[in-house]
């Protein structure tokens, strides 16, 4: 009698349960966002959003379609009220490649507009963000597809082949917002372009207390920042003129194997920063004009050569994001680590255009490829 | 008999819970970077209210606290005092429990009501706080390998986009500061105390101080690692923000063969978690056992269905703050000042078993 | 008291012939035969079925004829004998299949022992097959079973005892040990619970199961059946008991640990690698065949954001047309699963074959091309069902099978989170389980008990209180 009492007590309690699955979202129910992009559009937010259908044609087989629907409201949740109305099932961010901003919207202050993605449990911070320059955002979304790629898988691996190229940083949502809220330090998206019928990445954008200052570094340069900011990909490959004339075939390529950066901060009289950056790279030719032996003597003419072009073109890209305050080195931060006094006297923003930088390039080759 | 093994795997098991999950955003909005001077101060701390405990238990190693109290205090003090552990353990088990419906409702099961997180929990720990306690510290060494998933987790996020300048500048707080903010960090320490209640079970009770100093060192030290791994990821204003820092730092964790780390992780931290309502509910039930003279295996019932009542109640979510804030007090006066008193009174009255 | 008095042998033959076929009640195969010994009558009494018949005539019959001596004791002296005086005993004896030998005049009777020991031969295991070692499996026969234990254990510490159980059948039951080696205090309380047995009708090894294991209830075998003697004698080695009932081909192996299901003898004959490798593979199996269903549930219906964009839409591609949730999926092709493989088993060997055709061509692509289930459920049943199958023991293999049914029911409730608290609950009545007041699961120590090779060892540091 009392085991008997005990079983149904047990059945009491487990019962309700069986009322459940309250959090059930099936694997088949869910539209999956793949793409979204921001654009400014008459002083309101246009979001446009791409879902990838897959249609199976048999067993094994299948093709796919980029449903795609745009909403404006004043805010992302707002508009997303009305994009949730195209689609049949519930939405979930949990698979989204890629965030756009068009040039506009990335001009606001980006970390107040997105707050959504790092509120919600959802959203995944993997994805890649990229500002886009001389089209609407969500006007790449109409491109079906980027090789064999669905659009939104096409764009997330162009920009992972961009830095693993050191033409930008590793960046995804979650490194965004952790940069977002960092003090004397400002980072770099990847800036991409329609061309055509394609799509490239035609460098990095200079963000600027969070907000895109509009002004880019070029794709030939962006990978000497890159080493710069100790944060270079797979592969960093740069050229200089031979004899500093621009001509046909006239390049020494070579490819950074080893690279060193230190980074010194002394005082000036007024009590502003003075940087010292020094790069110590070890390189591989992999390009030289001529198919000759390149002898020893050659070397070490190539070298201060390599180290001059070096030194003079890093020098014009600090110039560049001093002129658009984007301390992306963290000279900043650097300075509140390690002299928090001083860092609090000064008003940064304000600082850092005004402030001097030295720099200085060192390359030793190391090999000449498999040719001497 | 528990032995050496048992003991440091039941202490920690006790130890490391819920606290872990919200322990850095919290010592990080307290004194910043310095956080882990503070867990140091707290594991100090630890440290030497289990030194009293263990002293105490060693009075009379044959009698759980309980019956500690009945000795020294008299019958009827003594119940007084035994009824106020019984109250103090349900209340700590309740909020831990209001946590822990709040932070899966948060995470992963956003519909799912708070009664049926909390009647699984309460089943659960249930079928493991009836059983002795050998059979539970066994089960809690192999609960522990989920220690080993976090610390291989931690070493995961370094190769991530991370920072260590930020531990700098190291020390800028005052040490008032620092230890003003350790009593935070010493609720997440709180769990040792069971130490009061175990004493009979123990072979080696001469070496348990030993143990439990280990037990502490290793919960201290874990501790420790998270928030520095948290610091030198999260940057100042962004780390200010996040509530749940050890499940953040996996959220944007990726691999090739699985995402969201975040999740996985705290569907099987649950087991950690429940471990510590284990305690609660096993130092609890022994009181009443002590108290009504029943058997214990329905004192962990009756418990578990007094708590599922208080679950349910509708006034037990929003009494959450003022709880938590309020245990901080409650968790000082109970493990530290009544036993230390009670030390006093011991050594005073000479009594020796 | 007229009862106690026809206990007993009287000197009256025809009423004692009389008495004993009431008691045998009359059975057609109870076979008499008369015989003249000195002028006296005397009877033989046999049950013709169980009954070894040419030995009754060479020993019993032909000695008697020839007249040989003046005492019957001494012209039977060439075999076994006993001497009863009452009827239960006598009817007892005549059921074990030995002849009775009634006289005239003479309140005593001959218990000659002439049954026919009717043996399979020993022949390959069946169940538990190897491809290196010992090919002997036990038989049906308790002594010919230990004969084979003793084979390779020629020491006298080598201990059988016989114990007879249930009032009813009187089934021998053969408790073998090593005197130095056993626990006293475990083979105390196998004893004691053995004499406990209740049921009259003792028959099969699982009565005995029951009474020997701490927690009959529980999903886990807490005692190895074994049909090979090499296991048997492995274990007897490490100190366990092994337990033989007569007529059943297979041993009881207690106290056993949960790691012992997880290998198999021919482990023991195999490099040091191999045998550490097959022994992690079963541990995966063994996790795989619980919890991959369920996972792979909680995944489809709560957490399909775990899964790469890639994979996800594979199996989004994959479940696409299939109208049942995953839960019903999955509950659906387990019991396909179960039927097959029952059909498989009951058939003879020759049809057995056709059914593992029609399961796997037949019902798995069919039941995917017409969107009953989807690939992946198929694929995922099927890994559960292989990884529940490489477990050496039958026993263990089904119980590990149907330990999923809980953890799909959660999984399908709460995702992940009803997988953790199912394998916490799992966790713990493992631990909490005992054989014979034995740790049935020990702290992984793997590597430990895999270098000493004996995986029963050290036991006794966790052994409960």
Not at chain 1, 252 to 261: E, L, M, S, T
Not at chain 1, 276 to 284: N, R
Request: charged share 20%; with cysteine.
């Amino acid at each position: 009698m009392k085991k008997v009492t005990r079983k149904i007590s047990v059945l009491l309690v487990i019962l309700p349960l069986l009322t459940g699955c309250w959090d059930q979202r099936l694997i088949v129910e869910q539209e999956v966002v793949n793409g979204l992009s921001f654009d400014l559009e008459d002083k309101k937010i246009k979001s446009t959003m791409v879902v990838l259908n897959i249609i199976p044609k048999g067993t094994g087989f299948f093709d796919f379609k980029n449903q795609i629907s745009s909403a404006t409201g004043n805010s992302l949740e707002d508009t997303y009220r009305e994009l949730r109305a195209y689609y049949t099932g519930p939405l979930t961010a949990s698979k989204s490649r890629i965030v756009l901003f068009g040039e506009s919207f990335a001009k606001k202050n980006l970390d107040a507009y997105l707050d959504l993605f790092f509120r919600l449990p959802d959203p995944y911070l993997g994805s890649k963000v990229a500002i886009v320059k001389g089209s609407e955002a969500g006007e790449l979304f109409t491109l079906k597809e980027i090789g064999t790629n669905p659009i939104a898988f096409g764009l997330y691996e162009i920009i992972e082949a961009a830095e693993s190229n050191s033409t930008v940083p590793i960046g995804n949502l979650n490194i965004l917002f952790t940069y977002f809220n960092e003090e004397g330090k400002d980072f770099i998206l990847p800036v991409i372009e329609k061309k055509g019928e394609k799509v490239a990445v035609s460098g990095a954008g200079l963000i600027s207390d969070n907000s895109y200052s509009g002004k880019m570094i070029s794709l030939k340069s962006s990978s000497l920042l890159l080493l710069f900011m100790d944060k270079y990909g797979e592969r960093v490959d740069l050229e200089t003129y031979l004899d500093d004339k621009k001509k046909l075939n006239n390049q020494v390529g070579y490819r950074v194997v080893k690279a060193k950066r230190k980074m010194d901060l002394k005082k000036d009289g007024s009590g502003l920063p003075v940087v010292d950056l020094h790069l110590d790279l070890k390189v591989m030719i992999h390009q030289y004009p001529r198919t000759e032996k390149i002898s020893d003597q050659r070397m070490e003419e190539l070298e201060t050569l390599i180290s001059r072009d070096l030194t003079k073109k890093s020098k014009a890209i600090m110039k560049q994001t001093q002129e658009a305050n984007c301390d992306v080195l963290g000279i900043g931060r650097k300075l509140k680590e390690t002299d928090p006094e001083a860092w609090k006297a000064i008003d940064w923003r304000e600082a850092y255009p005004e402030i001097k930088i030295n720099t200085k390039v060192d390359v030793a080759i190391e090999k000449t490829g498999i040719l001497q | 008999m528990l032995s050496n093994k048992n003991l440091f795997f039941l202490i920690i098991q006790a130890q490391v819970g819920i606290g872990i999950l919200g322990l850095p955003y919290i010592l990080y909005n307290d004194v910043q970077q310095d956080g882990w001077m503070s867990l140091l101060v707290a594991g100090v701390l630890a440290q030497g209210i289990l030194i009293i405990l263990v002293a105490l238990s060693r009075t009379s190693p044959k009698e759980t606290f309980y019956e500690l109290n009945h000795r020294l205090l008299g019958t009827f003090l003594g119940k007084i005092v035994n009824i106020l552990y019984i109250l103090y353990f349900i209340s700590f088990s309740l909020l831990l429990m209001i946590l822990v419906s709040d932070v899966i409702n948060t995470w992963i099961l956003h519909r799912t009501p708070k009664w049926a997180i909390i009647l699984l929990l309460l089943i659960a720990t249930t079928y493991i706080a009836k059983e002795q306690i050998l059979t539970i510290s066994r089960t809690f060494l192999f609960f522990s390998i989920l220690f080993i998933g976090l610390i291989i987790l931690l070493f995961m996020v370094y190769p991530q986009d991370n920072h260590f300048g930020r531990m700098l500048p190291m020390g800028s707080k005052d040490f008032t500061e620092i230890v003003k903010a350790s009593p935070d960090a010493f609720v997440s320490l709180i769990g040792f105390e069971i130490i009061l209640f175990i004493m009979p079970f123990i072979k080696n009770p001469k070496k348990s101080l030993l143990v439990l100093t280990f037990a502490n060192l290793f919960t201290v030290l874990l501790y420790v690692f998270l928030f520095i791994t948290c610091v030198i990821t999260f940057s100042g204003a962004q780390f200010s923000l996040i509530q749940e820092p050890l499940l953040y730092l996996f959220r944007g964790l990726s691999f090739h063969f699985v995402e969201r780390i975040d999740i996985i992780f705290l569907s099987f931290w649950i087991v950690p978690i429940s471990t510590t309502l284990v305690v609660q509910l096993y130092n609890a039930s022994l009181g009443v056992q002590n108290l009504f003279a029943i058997q214990r295996n329905k004192c962990v019932y009756l418990l578990a269905g007094i708590l599922l009542g208080l679950c349910l109640l509708p006034v037990s979510y929003s009494i959450k703050e003022s709880l938590s804030s309020f245990m901080i007090y409650l968790n000082i006066i109970f493990v530290f000042i009544f036993p230390a008193l009670l030390l006093i009174i011991a050594k005073v009255r000479g009594i020796k078993a | 008291m007229a009862e106690s008095h026809d206990e007993f042998l009287s000197s009256d033959l025809t009423e004692n012939l009389k008495i004993i076929d009431e008691k045998m009640k009359l059975t057609a195969d109870l076979k008499r035969r008369k015989l003249m010994f000195h002028d006296k009558t005397l009877f033989i009494l046999y049950l013709d079925t169980i009954t070894d018949k040419e030995s009754i005539e060479l020993h019993i019959i032909n000695p008697i004829n020839k007249q040989e001596s003046d005492s019957i004791e001494k012209t039977l002296g060439a075999i076994q004998f006993s001497i009863m005086t009452t009827f239960k005993d006598i009817s007892t004896s005549l059921a074990e299949g030995n002849s009775i030998l009634l006289t005239e005049n003479s309140n005593i009777a001959y218990s000659i022992t002439t049954s026919a020991d009717e043996n399979r031969s020993v022949e390959e295991s069946v169940n538990e097959k190897v491809t290196m070692g010992a090919h002997d499996s036990f038989v049906e026969s308790a002594a010919t079973n230990i004969s084979l234990l003793r084979k390779r254990l020629r020491t006298p510490d080598f201990k059988v005892e016989y114990h007879t159980y249930g009032p009813e059948t009187n089934v021998q039951v053969a408790i073998c040990y090593l005197d130095s080696k056993v626990n006293p205090n475990v083979l105390q309380s196998i004893k004691s619970r053995l004499d406990k047995i209740k049921d009259n009708d003792l028959l099969n090894s699982r009565q005995i199961q029951e009474t020997l294991e701490d927690f009959p209830y529980s999903p886990f075998p807490q005692s190895l059946r074994t049909e090979r003697p090499d296991r048997a004698v492995f274990n007897l080695l490490n100190g366990n008991t092994v337990i033989f009932l007569n007529h059943e081909p297979s041993a009881l192996v207690t106290p056993i640990s949960f790691y012992s299901f997880l290998r198999s003898p021919e482990d023991y004959n195999s490099r040091w690698f191999v045998n550490f490798f097959y022994y992690c593979l079963r541990l995966l199996a063994f996790i795989l065949s619980v919890t991959l269903p369920a996972f792979y549930i909680a995944v489809n219906a709560y957490h399909s954001s775990i899964l790469p964009v890639s994979t996800f839409y594979t199996l989004k591609l994959s479940v696409l047309n299939v109208p049942f949730h995953p839960f019903v999926e999955a509950i659906m092709m387990q019991i396909v699963l179960e039927l097959l493989k029952e059909a498989s088993v009951r058939l003879p060997s020759a049809v057995a074959q056709t059914i593992g055709t029609v399961g796997a061509i037949v019902i798995g692509s069919a039941i995917v091309q017409t969107n009953f289930i989807s690939n992946t459920m198929v694929v995922v049943i099927a890994i559960t069902a292989v990884s529940s199958f490489i477990i050496p023991n039958g026993e263990m293999s089904t119980s590990m099978r149907l330990m999923s049914f809980p953890l799909i029911f959660l999984a399908a409730m709460f995702g992940f989170i009803g997988i953790a608290f199912g394998l916490m609950v799992y966790t713990t009545h493992l631990v909490k389980l005992t054989s014979a007041g034995k740790a049935y699961v020990e702290a992984p120590n793997i590597i430990q008990s895999f270098f000493s090779r004996k995986n029963g060892k050290g036991q006794d540091a966790n052994a409960l209180e």
